[in-house]
């Protein structure tokens, strides 16, 4: 078993900047490819930015240019930097992490509790 323990998340004004970090432990050899999802109030999760097990990077458009997923692959942790928040940046941010891939519509076979990210305008 894979256990994710996220961290970073708070309150922050529109324009600031955060690091999440992700930290995986347990089995963590089963773990070929790390990412984040958001989660706002009211909508589905959603893809934000993930590594593969190959080393490329994949962004949502929507935070492309602003985010940057960073990691330490064998020690099996992910960053993600977020700069220029915007206030519909708000919500709750998981890690994911997986045997295979972590992107858009993929079954995640590992998540964090989350943490929460607020940007106030």
């Known amino acids: 078993q894979v256990q994710l323990a996220e961290s970073g998340g708070g309150l922050v004004q529109a324009g600031g900047s955060l690091r999440l970090s992700c930290i995986a432990s347990?089995?963590?050899?089963?773990?070929?490819?790390m990412g984040w999802y958001r989660q706002a109030p009211g909508k589905q999760r959603e893809f934000v930015a993930a590594w593969s097990s190959g080393g490329d990077t994949n962004y949502a458009d929507s935070v492309s240019g602003r985010f940057t997923i960073s990691r330490d692959y064998p020690a099996k942790r992910v960053y993600l930097q977020m700069n220029s928040l915007k206030p519909e940046d708000t919500a709750v941010y998981f890690c994911a992490a997986d045997r295979l891939s972590v992107g858009v519509g993929v079954k995640i076979d590992y998540w964090g509790q989350g943490t929460q990210v607020t940007v106030s305008s």
């Open positions: 347990g089995n963590i050899f089963a773990i070929n490819a």
